[in-house]
C-alpha cells in the first residue's frame, strides 16, 4: 500500500526535478530518497520519472500520479488541522442548556465571548430548569448547562458565575412598589409566586429558608413553571415573589423589582458539566465563563 510519506517525496522529488534537492527539503539522505522512489514504483507497477543524470521528469504516468498525490496531501492536511481544532476547543458541538433568568444577561455574554474565542463552535441553546438540565447532562444529553443554586454532587462539575442577591418582585400597584427597599418580613403572610420545589429544590429550599430567617412565613403558594408565567401571575395582582437580581432584566413595566434590606442571602448562578463528558470545547466554555465574570461583575 502506498504510505503519505512516499508520496511526500515523490511530489518533492517532482517539484525539485532533482533527488539531491528533494532530499535537502526533505532532510533526508538522497540515497532515503532513491529508494522509496523506487519502492513506490514497483508498487505501483508503473515508471513514474524519466531520469538523466542532471534531472528527471514525470512520465505521463508521474503527471497523473503527481495530481492525485497533491489532492490527497491537501486533504490530510486539511483533515490534521481539523483534528487539532477540535482537540485544542476549538471546533466542536455545544449543546447547553439554561434557566430562563440567565438567557438576559448571563448567557449573551459568555456566548459572545465564546465566539471570539472559537467561532467554530456550534452552539445550540435551550431553556430548562435546573433539575431537568442536571439530568440532560448525566444523560450526555446536554455538554454543560446554567444552572442555579446547584451543590456540588458526583458526576457533576459546577463553577459560580456570580452570587445574585435577592430582590423583592411586586406588582406595580402593590403598597409597598415605591419603597427603595423592603425587609423580608414585610411581604410575611402575602401570596407567594415561585417555581415547583421539584423543578429546583436547592434553590426553592434556600428561598424559604431565607424569608423563614427573616420573620417572614408566605402565605398560600401560586406555582409557575417558567420565569414568564411567574411573572405573568405577579403582574397579575396574584402574589410577590422573592427572586434573584437578574429577574430586573425581563422587561416588564407591570412589575416592580425592590431591593431587600437585611443582608439576605445571595444566590449562585452557576455553569454545570458532566466530567464524563467533558471534552475540550467545554474548557474553551470555561474560559469564555472566566473572562467574562469581571465584565458581569462578578
Not at 508503473?46 to 497523473?64: C, D, H, Q, Y
Not at 471546533?91 to 467561532?119: F, K, M, N, Q
Request: glycine share 10%; with cysteine; charged share 20%.
Amino acid at each position: 500500500m502506498v504510505q503519505f510519506r512516499q508520496m511526500e517525496y515523490f511530489v518533492a522529488v517532482a517539484e525539485e526535478r532533482q533527488f539531491s534537492k528533494a532530499a535537502v527539503r526533505l532532510g533526508v539522505g538522497q540515497s532515503t530518497v532513491s529508494e522509496q522512489i523506487r519502492s513506490l514504483e514497483q508498487q505501483l507497477g508503473a515508471e513514474l520519472f524519466l531520469r538523466t543524470s542532471r534531472s528527471v521528469t514525470l512520465t505521463p504516468a508521474g503527471v497523473a500520479f503527481l495530481a492525485g498525490c497533491r489532492k490527497i496531501l491537501a486533504e490530510l492536511g486539511h483533515l490534521q488541522q481539523t483534528v487539532l481544532a477540535h482537540a485544542r476547543g476549538e471546533l466542536g458541538r455545544l449543546r447547553i442548556g439554561a434557566v430562563g433568568p440567565a438567557l438576559t444577561g448571563v448567557v449573551p455574554t459568555v456566548l459572545r465571548r465564546l465566539t471570539e474565542l472559537s467561532p467554530g463552535i456550534n452552539v445550540t441553546l435551550q431553556t430548562m430548569g435546573t433539575e431537568k438540565q442536571v439530568r440532560a447532562l448525566a444523560q450526555g444529553d446536554l455538554e454543560a448547562g446554567f444552572v442555579r443554586a446547584v451543590s456540588r454532587r458526583p458526576g457533576l462539575k459546577v463553577e459560580t458565575i456570580a452570587d445574585e442577591p435577592l430582590w423583592a418582585v411586586l406588582p406595580r400597584t402593590h403598597p409597598l412598589a415605591g419603597d427603595d427597599s423592603v425587609d423580608l418580613a414585610d411581604l410575611s403572610g402575602e401570596t407567594f409566586v415561585f417555581w415547583p420545589r421539584e423543578a429546583n429544590p436547592a434553590f426553592y429550599d434556600q428561598i424559604i429558608a431565607a424569608c423563614h430567617q427573616h420573620d417572614c412565613i408566605p402565605g398560600q403558594l401560586v406555582e409557575g413553571t417558567d420565569m414568564q408565567t411567574q411573572l405573568a401571575f405577579i403582574g397579575a395582582g396574584m402574589g410577590v415573589s422573592v427572586q434573584p437580581a437578574s429577574f430586573r432584566d425581563a422587561g416588564r413595566t407591570d412589575l416592580v423589582f425592590v431591593p431587600l434590606r437585611g443582608g439576605v442571602r445571595t444566590v449562585a448562578l452557576q455553569l454545570a458539566w458532566s466530567p464524563q463528558f467533558e471534552t475540550p470545547v467545554i474548557r474553551t466554555l470555561l474560559h469564555a465563563v472566566r473572562l467574562s465574570k469581571a465584565e458581569l461583575g462578578a
